[in-house]
T-cell receptor, first 112, second 116 residues
Framework: GQNIDQPTEMTATEGAIVQINCTYQTSGFNGLFWYQQHAGEAPTFLSYNVLDGLEEKGRFSSFLSRSKGYSYLLLKELQMKDSASYLCAVRDPGGSWGKLQFGAGTQVVVTP | GAGVSQTPSNKVTEKGKYVELRCDPI?????LYWYRQSLGQGPEFLIYFQGTGAADDSGLPNDRFFAVRPEGSVSTLKIQRTERGDSAVYLC??????????????FGAGSRLTVL
């Protein structure tokens, strides 16, 4: 099995930057995902990392260090609509390709 | 369809009853997944279909849970003798292929099950 840890909640001001950390412990690794989930809605895909380094996509960037079992999601120029839960998920190396293990999510609250 | 559709969006039932939850994936997506999300937690894998067959059902908690996908499109998750602990949001997701790569999952909005 895998253990995935991320902070429960973070608060930041509109226009600021927030970094959500995720650590994982696993016997193998086959990719890490970040999903955004607004309350009562479907999780939506944000990013995928399988190699070490930074992936940038507009205001969102995701970083991976496989040797440290560590990833972060960086949200820049925060907007009120970014208030949501952010889920870190690791692909099960021994399972099917869409079999992900999710962390409990980090609730980001953006204040005016 | 344009997205993954799940019905019903909300289901309230009594302990011991039988429920069915339906998922209509994105047209052409061959891979379909069921996850369960309890309050304050991330989604938890239940079962994966590639076409009509259940390729991985290792996440089903017990034999009260069963899922089918008879024609390789719509899937139904069936829960027998429901228990209060089954209360959760049941999420369905589909992807365009079951193979390597990002294999991005597109989730539906879920079916919220409440067992009284």
């Amino acid at each position: 099995g895998q253990n995935i840890d991320q902070p429960t909640e973070m608060t930041a001001t509109e226009g600021a930057i927030v970094q959500i950390n995720c650590t994982y412990q696993t016997s193998g690794f086959n990719g890490l995902f970040w999903y955004q989930q607004h309350a009562g809605e479907a999780p939506t895909f944000l990013s995928y990392n399988v190699l070490d380094g930074l992936e940038e996509k507009g205001r969102f960037s995701s970083f991976l260090s496989r040797s440290k079992g560590y990833s972060y999601l960086l949200l820049k120029e925060l907007q009120m609509k970014d208030s949501a839960s952010y889920l870190c998920a690791v692909r099960d190396p021994g399972g099917s390709w869409g079999k992900l293990q999710f962390g409990a999510g980090t609730q980001v609250v953006v204040t005016p | 369809g344009a997205g993954v559709s799940q019905t019903p969006s909300n289901k309230v039932t009594e302990k011991g009853k039988y429920v069915e939850l339906r998922c209509d994936p994105i047209s052409g997506h061959t891979a379909l997944y069921w996850y369960r999300q309890s309050l304050g937690q991330g989604p938890e894998f239940l079962i994966y279909f590639q076409g009509t067959g259940a390729a991985d059902d290792s996440g089903l908690p017990n034999d009260r849970f069963f899922a089918v996908r008879p024609e390789g499109s719509v899937s139904t998750l069936k829960i027998q003798r429901t228990e209060r602990g089954d209360s959760a949001v049941y999420l369905c997701a589909s992807s365009s292929r079951g193979g390597a790569g990002a294999n991005v999952l597109t989730f539906g909005a879920g079916s919220r099950l409440t067992v009284l």
